[in-house]
């Protein structure tokens, strides 16, 4: 089944503790992006993939890195988490940019403390 | 299920009518829109998509109009079903950088009534 996966689901942890946000995804795609949604905001970029090796700053990249050492592979990386980064974060992936309908993951709610 | 938007506007249809539900977009120069739905502890999901070179384009149950004066969108749903209830989001690519990436704006809450 084509699927974009992100691990974990559900996520509580504490300011200053460094996470990571799995993304996998099976389709060969080569365009990846993460969101973060907020009431009222609506669905907001943060970082995206061209290609691997190829990442770029969304809307809002302050306190997130990414990497893409891998096609499949997108993970998010909060280094040092804060109370303002408590969300609901969202993988995507299309086959080959943003002009093309992107395949959601089913979502990851984290809560800093 | 996960609260995707506390105050988004409401549109409440009675099963078997056509919604309408609506969306202005910002970027004169966008030249590809498109449509998802999100059901509570969803994923947004594809529903359909249009480029700027068409005004309207028609799936099964849905149609998206293209209004490129007045910079409007429109998804229409034929024979509203208990199942179309979710929120709906429409996007723009904002093709004014040479930034890939999609805008969305904050959605419309879908509720069918039986």
């Known amino acids: 089944e084509a699927q974009v996966t992100q691990n974990p689901r559900y996520l509580i942890t504490v300011t200053g503790k460094k996470l990571t946000v799995t993304c996998s995804q099976n389709?060969?795609?080569?365009?990846m992006s993460w969101y973060r949604q907020d009431p009222g905001l609506g669905l907001r970029q943060i970082y995206y993939?061209?290609?691997?090796?190829?990442?770029d700053k969304g809307d809002v990249p302050e306190g997130y890195k990414v990497s893409r050492k891998e096609k499949r592979n997108f993970p998010l990386i909060l280094e040092s988490p804060s109370p303002n980064q408590t969300s609901l974060y969202f993988c995507?992936?299309?086959?080959?940019?943003?002009?093309?309908?992107?395949?959601f993951g089913d979502g990851t709610r984290l809560s800093i403390l | 299920g996960e609260s995707v938007g506390l105050h988004l506007p409401t549109l409440s249809v009675q099963e078997g009518d056509n919604s309408i539900i609506n969306c202005a977009y910002s970027?004169?120069?966008?030249?590809?829109f498109i449509w998802y739905k999100q059901e509570s502890g969803k994923g947004p999901q594809f529903i359909i998509d249009?480029?700027?070179?068409?005004d309207k384009r028609q799936g099964q149950r849905v149609t998206v109009l293209l209004n490129k004066t007045v910079k409007h969108l429109s998804l229409q749903i034929a024979a509203t079903q208990p199942g179309d209830s979710a929120v709906y989001f429409c996007?723009?690519?904002?093709?004014?950088?040479?930034?890939?990436?999609?805008?969305f704006g904050s959605g419309t809450r879908l509720l069918v009534r039986p």
């Open positions: 995507a992936s299309s086959p080959q940019g943003y002009n093309q309908p992107q395949h």
């Open positions: 389709m060969n795609h080569e365009y």
């Open positions: 993939s061209m290609n691997v090796e190829v990442t």
């Open positions: 970027n004169s120069a966008s030249d590809y």
């Open positions: 249009i480029r700027s070179n068409m």
């Open positions: 996007a723009e690519n904002g093709a004014l950088d040479s930034s890939y990436k999609l805008i």
